[in-house]
């Protein structure tokens, strides 16, 4: 059974760009969560989808912004690119909201703003 | 709100010593606790897990023990080998109030040598 996938791998990006990450969730799973990895903040999660409907949030402004399609792939996206969101996001699925479900991460995209 | 702390690395070895790494949490109700490892350049994989006080986790040599009492999850192996050499996070979840939303402590990163 092939594991979350997540493109790009890498990405550069400037100030003031948007970008878009796409994740896709081992097959089967339905809830698809983002987290963001920096050296200096550690691992935040950023928001948890399920079913189509974002279920939980992270305390991120509004730039960030997700969603999650019929077939549980899930986008997430930053508009107006700051400095400090340079940083490797992280996907994670299982298979459900509830019930002790083990969570499976990608391999994460790394971004670079410049 | 929910916390968790882990003992401050980085955590140097020598191969085949003992491992003790410490996290404590601050958590309403009852949790459930991860250890994952990143190894470099790759996503979170979920090492062991307990879900209710008293549990013991364990996998690959590893073990930790969910204790309600001391709010702590303790790592530790006996045995360490080079190939053990990554980072370890300390997590918990508390699926009711808040889904698969993941908790994670700082990261300790532990180099194991020949």
């Known amino acids: 059974k092939a594991g979350v996938t997540q493109t790009p791998r890498y990405l550069i990006k400037t100030r003031g760009q948007q970008v878009t990450l796409s994740c896709s969730p081992i097959?089967?799973?339905?809830?698809v969560s983002w987290y963001q990895q920096t050296p200096g903040q550690g691992l935040q999660f950023l928001f948890e989808?399920?079913?189509?409907?974002?279920?939980n949030k992270g305390n991120f402004p509004g730039r960030f912004s997700g969603r999650q399609f019929s077939n549980s792939r899930s986008e997430m996206n930053v508009s107006t690119l700051e400095l400090g969101d340079s940083a490797l996001y992280l996907c994670a699925s299982s298979l459900a909201l509830t019930g002790g479900y083990e969570q499976f991460f990608g391999p994460g995209t790394r971004l670079t703003v410049l | 709100g929910n916390s968790v702390t882990q003992m401050e690395g980085p955590v140097t070895l020598s191969e085949e010593a003992f491992l003790t790494i410490n996290c404590t949490y601050t958590a309403t109700g009852y949790p459930s606790l991860f250890w994952y490892v990143q190894y470099p350049g790759e996503g979170l994989q979920l090492l062991l897990k307990a879900t209710k006080a008293d549990d013991k986790g364990s996998n690959k040599g590893f073990e930790a023990t969910y204790r309600k009492e001391t709010t702590s999850f303790h790592l530790e192996k006996g045995s360490v080998q080079v190939s053990d050499s990554a980072v370890y996070f300390c997590?918990?979840?508390?699926?009711?109030?808040?889904?698969?939303?993941?908790?994670f402590g700082e990261g300790t990163q532990l180099t194991v040598n020949p």
């Open positions: 097959s089967g799973h339905r809830s």
């Open positions: 997590a918990l979840s508390q699926r009711e109030t808040s889904g698969s939303r993941l908790t």
């Open positions: 989808y399920f079913s189509e409907t974002q279920r």
